[in-house]
């Protein structure tokens, strides 16, 4: 709720409610109160737009602008890297590192944004900084200086719980060479949720996702229909194993729709086994391929669960993922929707390639909602090659007020980061490769839809 006290003077009204913007999170209020554009720029604009992932307006934002403080140099140079200027990312950096280094909390913000792009150069924006032994080891360990990584690791004997959260015990199960323990440090960082454990056979002889599996005999739970669409594109490889995690949930009750994207391989097959098998799947076929969101929009249209959610036809999900994210829903009516987390796993075996650190963070993929409701309200995914994953969550929460929507931040899911997978044909950054810009503009273009709506609604 914005302030609007008479007596105040309009420009004191306007940076108290900025401020106040600023203390909750709330980056479209902050450009609602800037009129959009924010020209001549200022600092809570460019911050805004950079956490909305809006980089290219803070690259164009910022050409003519001084930054004045650690958030600036932070949105600046994050936004820099994102977009591939790389060279002018590393010059702000090295002109205000003192400053940005003052304040911790920035400093950390920047060095997670900047670390997939130049690990060098977000290992110096914290380099002895406190709290931050466990990003300073990814980044080491990302730059090949394995064994610094783990003297670094070791640096921090008693783990935060923000560590925890981002991934303490993945990076662990990167530093660590055997199986065993992998797995062990996986079972710690599970542990650490009150999440069951995952298991691996003895004989392995290396780490990968197609090995694990979840614990058996862990107890069954029911609720309402939960219906999971399970986007299938060439995805013979992996299908079996990832569908088989979806039928081992203890939420029992539950239709898995598998959507046959116009595979050339042996997805149809293997989908027509697995329906045949347990009457909880379903397939259905598309001629060609639509891409992912038209496969879950067919998914969506014929689901009959009171809750809806997603799974990638190659992610590993933890036996309780549905579990955990229908039971605030079924505790709170007001609640609409849970999301959480996911881990990414590549062909190697090594926790988040790409995503240098946090190794945990938000999976779009997981949006679960009650679907009558959202449907109402919402709509259906936008069918983009790309991204709308993310315009979806973004449409939802900001369709429904923070206390009607739940984050979990638990490693619900264990997603494949490989050549074939569609995050990685459309780049979303890593070493020396910058964001794809088409990813970028429409999340641009998104944004700035949804803040000429809000505007339009302001003036009725």
């Known amino acids: 709720m914005q302030v609007n006290y008479s007596s105040f003077p309009h420009r004191l009204c306007k940076a108290f409610n900025t401020y106040a913007a600023l203390r909750r999170g709330d980056f479209l209020s902050i450009l609602q109160i800037h009129n959009v554009q924010c020209f001549p720029p200022n600092s809570a604009c460019i911050y805004a737009w950079y956490r909305l992932g809006c980089y290219q307006n803070v690259v164009d934002l910022a050409k003519n602008y001084h930054p004045k403080s650690a958030r600036d140099i932070t949105a600046i140079s994050v936004s820099l890297a994102a977009t591939g200027d790389f060279k002018q990312c590393q010059r702000i950096i090295d002109e205000h590192l003192s400053k940005v280094r003052q304040d911790v909390r920035f400093a950390i913000e920047a060095a997670q944004g900047v670390a997939k792009f130049h690990p060098s150069l977000a290992h110096k924006l914290v380099e002895n900084l406190p709290y931050t032994a466990d990003i300073r080891t990814a980044c080491l360990y990302a730059l090949g200086q394995s064994e610094q990584a783990r003297k670094t690791f070791l640096q921090n004997k008693h783990p935060t719980r923000k560590d925890v959260v981002a991934g303490h015990f993945f990076l662990k199960a990167n530093l660590s060479e055997a199986v065993t323990e992998k797995v062990a440090a996986i079972n710690q960082q599970l542990f650490?949720?009150?999440?069951?454990?995952?298991?691996?056979?003895?004989?392995?002889?290396?780490?990968?996702?197609?090995?694990?599996?979840?614990?058996?005999?862990?107890?069954?739970?029911?609720?309402?229909?939960?219906?999971?669409?399970?986007?299938?594109?060439?995805?013979?490889?992996?299908?079996?194993?990832?569908?088989?995690?979806?039928?081992?949930?203890?939420?029992?009750?539950?239709?898995?729709?598998?959507?046959?994207?116009?595979?050339?391989?042996?997805?149809?097959?293997?989908?027509?086994?697995?329906?045949?098998?347990?009457?909880?799947?379903?397939?259905?076929?598309?001629?060609?391929?639509?891409?992912?969101?038209?496969?879950?929009?067919?998914?969506?249209?014929?689901?009959?669960?009171?809750?809806?959610?997603?799974?990638?036809?190659?992610?590993?999900a933890h036996a309780q993922k549905i579990e955990k994210q229908v039971f605030p829903l079924l505790q709170d009516d007001r609640?609409?929707?849970?999301?959480?987390?996911?881990?990414?796993?590549?062909?190697?075996?090594?926790?988040?390639?790409?995503?240098?650190?946090?190794?945990?963070?938000?999976?779009?993929?997981?949006?679960?909602?009650?679907?009558?409701?959202?449907?109402?309200?919402?709509?259906?995914?936008?069918?983009?090659?790309?991204?709308?994953?993310?315009?979806?969550?973004?449409?939802?929460?900001?369709?429904?007020?923070?206390?009607?929507?739940?984050?979990?931040?638990?490693?619900?899911?264990?997603?494949?980061?490989?050549?074939?997978?569609?995050?990685a044909s459309i780049s979303t950054g890593g070493l020396g490769q910058p964001s794809d810009p088409r990813r970028i503009a429409y999340t641009e273009a998104y944004t700035h839809r949804w803040l000429q709506r809000l505007c339009s609604q302001s003036y009725d």
């Open 335 to 423: 609640l609409v929707f849970s999301i959480s987390d996911m881990v990414r796993v590549s062909s190697d075996g090594t926790f988040a390639r790409r995503e240098i650190y946090p190794l945990q963070r938000m999976n779009t993929s997981s949006l679960l909602f009650r679907r009558e409701l959202v449907l109402r309200e919402c709509g259906y995914w936008e069918e983009k090659r790309f991204g709308a994953d993310s315009e979806y969550l973004f449409r939802l929460r900001n369709s429904f007020a923070k206390n009607r929507w739940v984050r979990l931040r638990l490693p619900l899911s264990f997603a494949a980061d490989h050549s074939a997978s569609l995050t």
């Open 192 to 316: 650490e949720f009150n999440l069951s454990e995952i298991q691996a056979p003895n004989t392995a002889s290396s780490f990968r996702l197609d090995i694990l599996r979840n614990a058996d005999g862990l107890s069954l739970i029911s609720g309402p229909l939960a219906s999971i669409i399970v986007p299938a594109f060439n995805a013979a490889a992996y299908l079996e194993k990832s569908v088989s995690t979806l039928l081992e949930q203890t939420y029992s009750n539950l239709e898995v729709i598998i959507v046959n994207d116009g595979s050339s391989d042996n997805t149809q097959h293997i989908a027509r086994t697995l329906s045949n098998r347990d009457s909880r799947v379903r397939l259905l076929e598309f001629t060609t391929n639509r891409g992912a969101y038209a496969a879950r929009n067919a998914g969506l249209k014929e689901a009959h669960g009171h809750f809806v959610t997603v799974h990638d036809a190659d992610d590993f």
